[in-house]
């Protein structure tokens, strides 16, 4: 804590090699004290953290939620939840495809490419960045399309049927 104090006051090119040499020296003492932690736990924390804290995330702004306008506040919020309705929809009805649904190769390898980005960027990239997570959104995205496609022929075919 001392030496990330220095290295605002002064930035001298010997401090940082130092606070990277210690930073890697902390990193392989956990690495081979704690190797389930290291491998498995920050995976699962760096999961935790992609999920729930990507685009939802209202602090993630240069500007705080608390100093937004009602309008941009309202717009906010919105974007959040279309962002866990989309992610966490898509989700569900990908892994209840992979389950229940049709056994096509092609939406199969779709789903698990979606799955596998995740992990690869939550257990093997280590870091919680949603920019990555751009390519299984889009999947996600053409999951949650159909689910609410089908949603409104099923209102529809209802309301239809009431009518008659």
């Known amino acids: 804590k001392e030496r990330f104090k220095l290295h605002k006051e002064t930035h001298a090119d010997s401090l940082v090699r130092l606070l990277n040499n210690s930073l890697q020296r902390y990193t392989r003492s956990i690495q081979d004290e704690k190797p389930y932690l290291y491998y498995i736990g920050s ?4 999961l ?6 990507g685009y939802g995330n209202l602090n993630s702004a240069k500007i705080k939620y608390q100093e937004l306008p009602v309008f941009k ?8 939840i279309l962002f866990y309705i989309i992610l966490f929809t898509g989700m569900g009805y990908s892994l209840w495809i992979l389950i ?13 490419i979606a799955f596998a980005n995740i992990f690869y960027i939550a257990f093997f990239f280590r870091t919680p960045e949603f920019r990555y997570m751009l390519p299984s959104t889009l999947i996600f995205m053409c999951f949650t399309g159909i689910v609410m496609a089908n949603i409104w022929e099923a209102i529809n075919r209802k309301f239809i049927s009431a009518k008659q």
């Open 73 to 80: 506040k309202i717009y906010r919020v919105g974007l959040s």
């Open 48 to 53: 935790k953290k992609l999920l729930f804290s």
């Open 43 to 46: 995976g699962i924390i760096y």
């Open 100 to 112: 229940f649904g049709n056994k096509n190769f092609f939406i199969s390898l779709l789903i698990v």
